[in-house]
Every structure is written in C-alpha cells, then in structure tokens.
C-alpha cells in the first residue's frame, strides 16, 4: 500500500522536481517507509512506500526493468504474485521478493493482457523511456483510487485529487456542475467525474495508454455481461455453499501473505466474521481482530463482535469511544477526505483504522459482500417495485397520485418510487440522498444538469438481458456505489492512519461467480444474503449470527441539532456559495429548520449539503 503522483511534461521536464515533492507531501500518510522520486526527460515519478511485502530497499520504487527501458510505480498488493512468478519462471533476473517487480514483468512478457492475471487491489503506472509512453491501470473493482489530468501541455496522476494542483500549477479549479449534481443526489463522486472539471478519475477496470498524441481509455474487466448461470439453478445448496467456500477460503488464504503483521475488522455481522473465521483457519499464530465500541447503545457492535472474537478464539480488541471522541476526528475527516463524500460512517472507520494500526500494519475487511450477495434491505424493495411496473402506467399514476395527498411520509415515498419506469430509476429513487427534499437543489443546477438516474440508465444499457430489479440494483451498486463510496471510505479512512485494508470478498473469482447466481439464493422471502448467510453458519452458531443489520454508524442526526449545529449554521449562511454551488439557500433553511424542531430527519441530505459547502469555501480560500 503507498501514495503515487507523477507528471508527464510533454514541453519539458521540471528538473527541480519540487512539484512532485509538494504532491507527496500533501499524501504523506499513505507511505510512511520510504520516499522517493525518478526525473529522466519528459517524466517524474514520486512513491511514498508503505512496507509490506519484501521490506528490503531493493523492492523500493520507482523500480526498473532489467535494461531500465520501463519504470513502475505500484500502489497495492498482487496476492497471487507468486503463482505468476512461477509461470514468467527464473530465466527473468528477479532481484526482489515482492510483487512489484512481477507487475513489471507480466507486462514485459503480455503488455496490457497481464491484468487478467492479477488477483488483488492496485493503480500503477509504466513509463516507456524508448516510446515515451505511459500505461496506467486500476483493479477490477476500484479499491485503489488514481486520479489524473490530461492536456496538450502534460498528464498527471496521484493517489489524491489534493495532490494534482501541486504536479500541475495554475490547475483550473472550475467545479464540475454535473459532478456536483450526482453528489447531491447520491453522497458521493462518481467515477469518471471529480469535483473539478480538470480532474478525472481512473474508472474501475480500465487502463489507459497516454501518450504526446492523446490518452486512450480501454476497459478490460467488468460483470456488466455476466448473465445468470441456470445450471446453478438446479443445484443444491450443499453443492453451491461447497463452491462459495471453497472461493472464499482460497481468497482469504492469499491475503494473508505479508511479511508485516495482519489483523482484521470485526463488526460481529456475517460479513467480518465470516472473514476472520477463514483468517482463523489459516493463521500460522494468533488472529487479530479490532472494532470500536460506542457509549449509545444504538450504535454499539462491540458486543456482537465479542461474542465472535470468543467464539473463533481470536485475540479481539475493543476500544470504548465516546461521541466526543469521533468528532474529535472531524479536522481528520475534512483533511484526508478531500472530495465532497457525505458518508458519515467513515468517522468509525477511520477510529477502528487508528486502533487496529497500533498493533498490525495489514486488516482484512468484509466489505463487498453486501453487493455481491444481496445484503441490502432495498434489493427487496427493489423487487417489489419491478413487479408493480407490471401493471399498466396509468393505474400506477393514478396510485401514485392518492398517495401523494395523503399525511404519511411512507405513503409519499412509495409515491414516488411508482412512477418510476425502469430498474436504474427505481435504483436512483432508492439511493437519492435528497428524493424527500429535491426542493434544495437550485432550478439553474437542475436545468443544466442530468439527473443520476441518466448515468445509471447508461450502464444498466449494458447488463446481461433478463436481470430482475433487485439484481440491476446490485450491479448499479458494484459499479458506482462500492467504489466510489464504501471503498473510498476504507482506503482514506485506513490510509490516514498508514492502515493497508485488504478486501478478500472482493476477489474478482467471487465477484463472477457471485453475478451467476440466480436471484433466490441471495433474496429469499425476508432473508438478505441467504446463500451467503448459510455458509457463515458452518463457522459461526446462527444464535450469535442472527441480528438485525447494523453497519457502523453515528448519532448525525442528534450531532446536527446539538454540536456541530454552530458549525453547520455558520456554514449555511453563506447564501452566496450556496446559490455558487447550485442550492436553493431558501429551501436548505427550510430542511435545516424542519430538522432542529425534529419534524423531520434530514441527517443525510443536511450532512452531505454542509460537507460541500466546507469544501468549497476550502478550496477557494487556498486558491
């Protein structure tokens, strides 16, 4: 795990090559080992290293090929390095242990092919010193960010979008209004936007090759046309819950190779406990595992998490937080998490993160599991609501309107998720963080932009033909919400604190198989995650299992109306940045009141509203 940032200069070369130090110094926590920086011709490469596999400095980077034709630098881990090692075979002069120099030599021996090959979570770059050209690659998934610019005048990329204005001075900062417009609608940036117009992002699955002439984006990976495997229909469920652990176990099982001591995340839900009962059983020594504990019991796991800890046997530590505490990371927050996200649950994350790094420098997480297997309550919902598109669109219209006269927020909501026509609608109704208060959203915004729903429509163009709502939503949440929120979450809010998250329920083997698997075995009358949830009963008793779905989280909504409330009111304000950014001033008072008398909860539209303002008013002062 490191921090990246290089500069493509195509009209010279910054030979002081103090702007790639400035970048690395804004994302300094993401490689606390080791630091440095390549200049030769048109390009820099800086690398801020976090240790992990092969401490020595023979595996520092930037690293080269044996003739010094191609430069690389890895932000990362390739689990399965040694199997590829093994096929490229001991005619390469491998200097290093690690799997940095094998990423080098796949691509040696099969340029772009060689990412089909790679198990494991990375963004890295190659310079061809001959060719003077780049190639720049993201996993499968998106669990490592990479960021970058493109003109006639230079490309750069980082680990961070605050490091680019110091590889690119004078870099617009022109807000990107459409990028704003999903924000407000979904919490969260989604790739390839940025908040600036300047600044793209690395979709997920794609690489590009850049070059003086122009960059050229190719996507190599993706489960958008996996369709549904019948013969997996016809199977028993012994037969799936044998493939599925046999799956896991193999990933979970590489993910444990490091020569740094590995922990993992423990909520006491399925989905870590399932993870640390495979770590449990591979562990050579004593498994490691962390969660926070809350004084509101509304929001405390710790107990579930202890019940798992005894029962697995691992060495389980627990770190008791106040609410005070978690606003103490506020400064944290805003810092590190330097795009708009609204995704307040990164407050525990990034607690959990700063405990679990004072005992081990590698955790294992659960994430991912959720969106492969059907976790979320509304993947029912979504359901219900395709099956009523069956019936004709006038009776619906007609429904939708008596619902909206009546005195029930419920009613009103269900309202409006009737009228909409097709699964990426009903998906983007679903996630909206402001479908109950659309009003705050100025009309220049909402007349000039696309609504989310627009994006999704794009991609869900691309599904397997015969999907179901429920399994539409699934693959709008792998594609977009995964990475671009629950994954950006783990990555900065485990970087802050020099913490490398592995991801092994992401492993893309699970992912496709996973995509096949016919609806009944994820969604199953009330059951989320069903097939799933039958295989941590193998590890894990059900009584200790079976709870309601928590998922970290904190007291927002009391946080708004008592001690961020001086914080939030100066904010809101500025009607002037406001009505800048596209809000209707008037309308964000009106939800900003509404909440304080507790009329109504409006925690996740007033949260993602103040974290957008706070970041623009940051930006302009450092303009």
């Not at 001075?169 to 609608?185: C, K, N, T, V």
């Not at 083997?509 to 059951?527: F, M, N, Y």
């Not at 998922?551 to 009391?558: K, L, R, T, Y």
């Amino acid at each position: 795990m490191c921090g990246l940032a290089g500069l493509i200069s195509w009209q010279g070369a910054d030979t002081e090559g103090a702007r790639l130090a400035a970048a690395l110094d804004s994302i300094e926590s993401r490689g606390p080992d080791g630091r440095n920086i390549w200049r030769d011709g048109p390009c820099m490469l800086g690398h801020l290293r976090l240790a992990i596999i092969d401490l020595s400095e023979r595996a520092s980077q930037p690293m080269f090929s044996p003739d010094e034709r191609y430069v690389i630098v890895f932000n990362g881990e390739i689990y399965n390095f040694q199997e590829i090692r093994d096929r490229l075979g001991e005619q390469y002069p491998w200097r290093t242990q690690g799997d940095t120099e094998v990423i080098l030599a796949a691509y040696l021996r099969w340029g772009a092919e060689c990412l089909h090959l790679f198990r494991g979570m990375f963004a890295f770059a190659i310079w061809d010193r001959v060719e003077q050209t780049l190639f720049v690659a993201r996993d499968r998934v998106g669990v490592k960010p990479l960021y970058f610019h493109a003109s006639e005048q230079c490309f750069a990329f980082a680990s961070r979008p605050r490091a680019m204005g110091h590889l690119v001075p004078g870099l617009s900062i022109r807000f990107d209004q459409q990028a704003l417009r999903y924000y407000l609608e979904s919490g969260y940036i989604p790739a390839p936007y940025s908040c600036f117009e300047s600044i793209r992002k690395l979709e997920p699955g794609h690489y590009l090759r850049v070059s003086k002439a122009g960059v050229e984006s190719h996507r190599y990976w993706s489960i958008d046309e996996v369709a549904i495997d019948p013969a997996k229909d016809q199977m028993s469920e012994e037969q799936l819950l044998d493939q599925l652990d046999a799956l896991i176990d193999r990933s979970v099982q590489l993910r444990l190779v490091s020569n740094v001591p590995v922990g993992a995340f423990l909520s006491g839900g399925i989905d870590s406990s399932l993870v640390a009962a495979y770590m449990k059983k591979h562990a050579s020594g004593d498994v490691r595992t962390f969660t926070i504990g809350f004084d509101d019991a509304q929001f405390d796991e710790s107990h579930h998490a202890a019940a798992v800890a005894r029962h697995l046997g691992t060495h389980h530590v627990c770190e008791q937080l106040t609410a005070g505490d978690l606003l103490a990371l506020m400064p944290t927050y805003l810092a590190e998490y330097d795009e708009p996200f609204f995704d307040y649950s990164a407050f525990p994350v990034m607690a959990v993160s700063r405990t679990a790094r004072r005992h081990v420098t590698v955790s294992l997480s659960g994430d991912g599991a959720d969106e492969a297997f059907g976790g979320y309550h509304y993947y029912r919902l979504a359901e219900k609501l395709g099956r009523l598109r069956a019936f004709p669109s006038g009776l619906r219209k007609l429904v939708a309107a008596v619902l909206k006269r009546l005195p029930s927020h419920k009613l009103n909501l269900l309202a409006g998720a009737l009228s909409t026509t097709t699964a990426a609608d009903n998906f983007a109704f679903m996630r909206s963080v402001i479908k109950d208060f659309k009003q705050v959203m100025g009309q220049e915004m909402a007349r000039n932009t696309e609504p989310l729903s627009a994006l999704f429509s794009r991609r869900a163009a691309s599904f397997a033909p015969g999907l179901s709502d429920a399994e539409a939503a699934m693959r709008l949440d792998m594609a977009y919400t995964l990475p671009d929120d629950y994954l950006q979450k783990v990555d900065v809010g485990s970087m802050a604190f020099s913490l490398e998250a592995r991801e092994p329920l992401l492993d893309h083997t699970i992912l496709e198989w996973a995509a096949s698997l016919p609806l009944k075995w994820k969604v199953r009358g009330g059951i989320n995650k069903y097939l799933l949830r039958q295989l941590a009963y193998r590890y894990i008793p059900r009584e200790i299992l079976d709870r309601p779905k928590m998922g970290f989280g904190v007291p927002m909504a009391s946080w708004l109306r008592t001690e961020l409330r001086p914080w939030a009111e100066q904010l809101l304000a500025d009607e002037a940045t406001l009505t800048r950014i596209g809000l209707d001033h008037a309308q964000v008072m009106r939800v900003w009141n509404e909440h304080q008398t507790g009329r109504r909860d409006a925690q996740s539209c007033l949260w993602s509203i103040l974290v957008l303002v706070q970041f623009v008013k940051n930006v302009e002062a450092q303009s």
